[in-house]
């Protein structure tokens, strides 16, 4: 799922941790706030996440930790 440099204001819906057939998740170049959320820890298949040049606060959740397959992170 790619959804880079388009207008997308609010922040990371935690259902995106419902995705699980989910390989990459980019959401560059837009106006995200608030937390990465935890939930993105179910995503069991991604290997890779962008999520750079946003507003984006606070940590980055330790259930990132369980994505085995994950090979490419950039915040």
Do not use: C, F, H
Not at 7 to 35: F, Q
Not at 52 to 67: A, E, K, R, V
Request: charged content about 15%; hydrophobic content about 40%.
């Amino acid at each position: 799922m790619w959804l880079d440099s388009n207008v997308i204001t609010g922040t990371i819906p935690t259902e995106l941790g419902l995705l699980t057939g989910l390989a990459s998740v980019s959401i560059t170049n837009s106006t995200l706030k608030g937390t990465i959320p935890s939930e993105l820890g179910k995503l069991s298949g991604l290997r890779r996440l962008w999520l750079y040049d946003n507003q984006l606060t606070g940590s980055i959740p330790t259930t990132l930790n369980q994505l085995s397959k994950l090979e490419i992170v950039e915040l």
